[in-house]
């Protein structure tokens, strides 16, 4: 996942700032964004994946209060220098399936259909 794969899903029940948050925040954890990276101006990264710019900064606040990034007037919001410990690919996988398995409860699928259609998804 790089930050261009970042993205907001309107269907998912998920608040906008929190899909934001927890992609931005894995990205951290990950090491995809390493400390000192630039994170976007606020009103490039909403228009980007149009949200309103108010969504994002809820999104940066958030990050800043878990010690994710660092905000700095005139310097941007960078990542941390020391990020939180963040939870291993694993449990990165394991909160992404549960999202998945939300969002396919959303869709009025239960578990048996969304395993079959990642089944599908892998043999393809």
């Known amino acids: 996942m790089t930050l261009q794969s970042v993205t907001v899903d309107v269907l998912d029940p998920t608040p906008p700032y929190e899909q934001l948050r927890r992609q931005l925040a894995d990205l951290v954890g990950s090491g995809v964004l390493a400390p000192g990276d630039r994170l976007p101006p606020v009103r490039q990264l909403a228009a980007d994946l149009g949200l309103s710019p108010g969504t994002v900064a809820r999104t940066y606040r958030e990050l800043e209060q878990s010690g994710h990034v660092r905000s700095r007037r005139g310097g941007g919001t960078r990542v941390a220098p020391r990020p939180p ?40």
């Open 85 to 124: 410990a963040t939870s291993t690919p694993e449990q990165a996988l394991e909160e992404a399936a549960r999202a998945y398995l939300e969002r396919a409860r959303v869709l009025g699928l239960g578990p048996a259909e969304a395993a079959a259609a990642l089944e599908r998804a892998i043999l393809r």
